[in-house]
């Protein structure tokens, strides 16, 4: 995928990233995620700690709009 096209959906968050291998990743805002030329940074929840996970961008096969949690919507 595109650098640009990533940031176009990042716009438009919360999106999910599906990758090739069938990994997931939510983005709830676009603070949560840095696009380079090749891979993009995500934070990501695991246990109640925020980590840092590479993506490489061309793995990754989907991205989608998901709904905010409940508590979130206004």
Same mark, same amino acid.
């Given at each position: 995928?595109? !650098?640009?096209?990533v940031k176009d959906w990042l716009r438009r968050s919360p999106i999910r990233i599906r990758m090739n291998n069938g990994d997931t990743y939510d983005v709830p805002n !676009?603070?949560?995620a840095?696009?380079?030329d090749f891979s993009m940074s995500v934070l990501v929840?695991?246990?109640g700690?925020?980590?840092n996970k590479?993506?490489?961008l061309l793995?990754?096969?989907e991205i989608a709009e998901i709904?905010?949690?409940?508590e979130q919507k206004q």
């Open positions: 995928m595109e !650098p640009e096209e !676009p603070e949560f840095i696009v380079g929840r695991d246990k700690r925020l980590l590479i993506l490489a793995n990754i096969s709904s905010q949690p409940a």
